[in-house]
């Protein structure tokens, strides 16, 4: 029964452990989203300030996504 214990113990320490690099990796990938986002906007409002008029719509349907 030690041996047992000891094994889910590790085990659990490991499923922690990588709990906390994925979450690690969320976190970046969402900041690379988030940056890419800035500058794509930043973009469209240089060559084509109307388009927000037009996008609304994928806006608000992206804004349902991330809820």
């Known amino acids: 029964m030690t041996e047992e214990v000891k094994e889910l113990r590790c085990t659990l320490a490991e499923t922690i452990a990588e709990n906390e690099r994925l979450k690690e990796g969320r976190k970046k ?6 940056r890419l986002l800035i500058a794509n906007i930043s973009l469209m409002d240089e060559t084509f300030p109307e388009w927000r008029y037009f996008a609304r719509e994928e806006i608000e349907k992206l804004k349902e996504l991330c809820k």
């Open 29 to 34: 990938l969402s900041e690379l989203v988030v």
